[in-house]
């Protein structure tokens, strides 16, 4: 089993949650993203650090992510997509999804994006708890593995 993250959205809190839980507990993690991320580096995870654009740290998590694999992860679109390929995806707060839940958020956000550039809305302000809820959901998550 590999955790991937999307490094270029993953919060400092869950990435030193993370960390922590894979010094513990030997996990295989692999950071992605179009930059370095040294507390990655510095914990000895393995990171690729791919182009910047456009959905390339997603692109290569998805061809790369197996069924049985965790990937942590803001971006509901590449959850749905690793999720159809059978593997879990929890959030930078410790949200674990449901496929159901993430099309929902998915079609939420494209509307939200559309009011957004109507200028009918600005984008909402989202809060991300860090740290300990990510932590016991991921450690959680593992031990039922």
Request: net charge positive.
């Amino acid at each position: 089993m590999t955790i991937w993250v999307d490094g270029d959205s993953c919060s400092r809190g869950a990435m030193n949650a993370l960390l922590h839980c894979a010094r513990q507990r030997d996990l295989n993690v692999h950071v992605v993203a179009d930059r370095l991320i040294p507390a990655a580096r510095d914990e000895g995870v393995f990171m690729s650090i791919v182009d910047a654009g456009k959905n390339m740290a997603d692109d290569f998590i998805f061809s790369r992510a197996r069924s049985g694999d965790i990937a942590i992860t803001r971006d509901f679109t590449l959850g749905i997509k690793l999720m159809e390929n059978g593997v879990i995806v929890m959030n930078d707060s410790g949200k674990i999804w449901e496929l159901q839940e993430l099309e929902t958020r998915a079609r939420e956000a494209e509307l939200m994006l559309a009011i957004r550039q109507g200028k009918i809305a600005r984008k909402p302000l989202r809060l991300y708890k860090e740290g300990s809820r990510f932590k016991s959901s991921l450690l959680k998550l593992i031990d039922s593995m």
